[in-house]
């Protein structure tokens, strides 16, 4: 069965410095795989995806992540955090094969500080 | 992207009754899901409902606690039966149009506590 692993419950980051939220996915193929935030009291919002084709994708809000097949990972980075940044980031996998939905890892809480 | 809303918000019952989930999208989608999000842990998903066929549930989540109606294209209900305070989560509904390169969007959730 697919897993995900996110190792970092929690991260703490200065306001302004870089970040790096690490996941790692356990599956025979190359899955779909996902980004979502989480702001306390909200629904999830998806901040970005890989599907195929360029391994550095691209997201809102200043997010990028990239894809490293060897590694089966899918890393979440943004070069400067902001204070509004802070929330539950969860990333995901889908098997891509027919009839699947999306497995979750457990989260990484981002606290920023000042 | 799709709007989903969920009512109610949030909750407080009291052990043993039931609670319904309403989740409204404003546009048509075959795919709806349920997932739990238990304190401090991810998502779960519970079952997946398409729209003119029985729900479908995932391991460790049966009919009789969770039933759940698809009875169009834009809504479904999730009740959560003869509750006990292990059942105290977040219930959310979510989405996606198709199976291939599609995105699965997500509720705002609904916040149940169980006394």
């Known amino acids: 069965a697919q897993s995900v692993t996110q190792p970092d419950i929690h991260i703490t980051v200065s306001e302004g410095a870089s970040l790096e939220l690490r996941c790692n996915y356990s599956?025979?193929?190359?899955?779909?795989l996902f980004w979502y935030v989480q702001s306390p009291g909200q629904g999830l919002q998806l901040l970005l995806k890989y599907f195929s084709g360029d391994t550095l994708v691209q997201g809102i809000k200043g997010f990028e992540a990239e894809f490293k097949r060897s590694q089966s990972s899918f890393n979440l980075r943004k070069p400067s955090v902001h204070w509004s940044d802070a929330a539950e980031y969860f990333c995901?996998?889908?098997?891509?094969?027919?009839?699947?939905?999306?497995?979750f890892g457990k989260g990484t809480m981002l606290l920023v500080s000042p | 992207s799709a709007v989903i809303s969920q009512k109610p918000s949030r909750d407080i019952c009291q052990r043993g009754t039931s609670l319904t989930i309403q989740c409204q999208v404003d546009s048509q989608v075959t795919m709806m899901f349920w997932y739990r999000q238990q304190p401090g842990q991810s998502l779960t998903l519970i079952a997946t409902a398409n729209q003119g066929s029985e729900a479908t549930y995932e391991s460790g989540f049966v009919i009789d606690k969770f039933p759940i109606s698809r009875p169009n294209l834009t809504f479904s209900t999730l009740t959560v039966s003869n509750m006990s305070p292990e059942d105290s989560s977040i219930y959310l509904c979510?989405?996606?149009?198709?199976?291939?390169?599609?995105?699965?969007?997500f509720g705002p959730g609904t916040r149940l506590t169980v006394l």
């Open positions: 979510s989405l996606r149009s198709g199976w291939v390169n599609n995105e699965q969007f």
């Open positions: 599956y025979g193929a190359t899955p779909y």
């Open positions: 995901a996998v889908d098997m891509n094969s027919g009839y699947s939905t999306l497995t």
